[in-house]
């Protein structure tokens, strides 16, 4: 098939963020350059106000405001919505619901375009699951009430979609209930990760130096500082391990809302010197701090899959989760991780003391999870499922 052009949305500029949506357009837009040609449209924000090349991948922002979610993803689909006429693209391409005003345009213009939706987390069940789980502070009810009304708009572009693409067989099942769409236009196709950037190393002692680290046991959290990420299970779960390891150290990498919430929570249970908080750590870097770790944990109460469960396993880190949404696709319990039930600070803590106790067993585990992320999880597998489904959504057009 001739090489055809994508424009890709996205609220967040892909190359200034490292979310998973994020990661999975960089990694896998500069593996398609041969097939198509790419543009990706973001907002303003992090600094992005001129177009730009990377990677022969294009980079146009358009006006979002640079304020938090939703107001940044709010203007920047009216943005859009205002350059659908001079936006051409062969197929295009939303994730999440950087793009329902753009899809509602194409509609009411009759535009027979392919429209590809991609679902990483179903936000109507983000939704559910912050109002059991999440902050009841008043900034934490507001943000719970405009995710109500982006799933809400979640649901219409789904509708509206030629096909629609998920991470995980678990987001499939909520998309389902959720959306009540037709399983028939879904497709599965995991997110990966960078095997020969996210590998073991035997310079763990230099990589820890790098970030002031010393011999203490290290447990790591990589992720945004927000309430399903159920970071407040972790700080209950460390009052219980450091009876047995006083010198634990939790290395929290990341930034986010409830930053200050949680720096206080630790403050409060007097864990202050079992605690690191590491913000604004550059891409390139990750890689280094996941070989600092014993262990690498994931409180998260709701998960579409985890790139960064994927991303310690491909570094040979056993991992520790609630056994929740698509966490189980990306782990295998026993094998390369320990999952537990969702909430259950106390087996949390007793999964962690269990690994941090057994180097063999967390050897065993690196090995298995390094094998299983080979095999089944990699950017270029991701790259080629997509290729596909954009091939699939142009053919069902000229049909």
């Known amino acids: 098939m001739d090489k055809f052009s994508l424009a890709v949305f996205n609220t967040q500029p892909p190359h200034l963020y490292f979310g998973g949506v994020e990661r999975r357009i960089i990694e896998t837009t500069k593996r398609l350059l041969n097939q198509a040609d790419i543009t990706v449209y973001s907002g303003t924000k992090a600094g992005f106000k001129a177009?730009?090349?990377?990677?022969?991948?294009?980079?146009?922002?358009?006006?979002?405001?640079?304020?938090?979610?939703?107001?940044?993803?709010?203007?920047?689909?009216?943005?859009?919505?205002?350059?659908?006429?001079?936006?051409?693209?062969?197929?295009?391409?939303?994730?999440?619901?950087?793009?329902?005003?753009?899809?509602?345009?194409?509609?009411?213009?009759?535009?027979?375009?392919?429209?590809?939706?991609?679902?990483?987390?179903?936000?109507?069940?983000?939704?559910?699951?912050?109002?059991?789980?999440?902050?009841?502070?008043?900034?934490?009810?507001?943000?719970?009430?405009?995710?109500?009304?982006?799933?809400?708009?979640?649901?219409?572009?789904?509708?509206?979609?030629?096909?629609?693409?998920?991470?995980?067989?678990?987001?499939?099942?909520?998309?389902?209930?959720?959306?009540s769409v037709d399983s028939a236009k879904v497709r599965i196709v995991p997110n990966g990760v960078d095997t020969e950037k996210f590998k073991p190393t035997d310079q763990m002692?230099?990589?820890?130096?790098?970030?002031?680290?010393?011999?203490?046991?290290?447990v790591l959290f990589v992720g945004s500082i927000i309430p399903r990420k159920g970071l407040q299970f972790l700080i209950a779960a460390a009052k219980k391990v450091v009876k047995e390891y006083a010198d634990v150290k939790f290395v929290i990498v990341g930034d986010g809302p409830q930053k200050n919430q949680l720096i206080n929570s630790v403050e409060a249970t007097k864990l202050s010197g079992n605690f690191k908080f590491l913000a604004n750590v550059k891409e390139d870097m990750l890689p280094a701090l996941y070989n600092c770790a014993d262990v690498f944990a994931l409180p998260s109460i709701q998960e579409g899959q985890g790139i960064v469960l994927l991303e310690a396993e491909a570094s040979g880190k056993p991992v520790v989760a609630f056994d929740i949404g698509g966490v189980n696709e990306a782990v295998r319990n026993g094998e390369t991780g320990l999952l537990i039930k969702r909430g259950d600070s106390g087996a949390l803590a007793d999964a962690l003391l269990r690994l941090l106790g057994d180097k063999a067993l967390r050897e065993h585990m690196g090995v298995s999870g390094r094998k299983f992320v080979s095999e089944n999880f990699t950017w270029d597998l991701c790259a080629q499922r997509m290729l596909s489904v954009y091939r699939e959504a142009l053919t069902s057009i000229i049909r």
């Open 205 to 218: 002692e230099a990589a820890r130096r790098q970030f002031d680290l010393g011999k203490e046991p290290i």
């Open 51 to 179: 177009a730009t090349d990377i990677n022969g991948v294009r980079f146009v922002p358009y006006y979002s405001t640079d304020k938090l979610f939703p107001l940044d993803n709010w203007f920047f689909n009216r943005s859009l919505a205002k350059k659908t006429g001079v936006i051409y693209a062969d197929v295009y391409e939303v994730h999440n619901v950087s793009g329902y005003a753009f899809a509602k345009t194409l509609k009411k213009q009759v535009v027979k375009k392919p429209f590809i939706h991609t679902i990483h987390g179903v936000l109507a069940e983000e939704y559910e699951q912050a109002k059991a789980y999440g902050a009841q502070s008043l900034r934490g009810k507001i943000a719970n009430y405009f995710m109500g009304h982006l799933a809400d708009l979640e649901r219409e572009t789904a509708h509206q979609a030629t096909l629609i693409v998920t991470i995980s067989n678990y987001s499939l099942q909520k998309i389902q209930k959720h959306y």
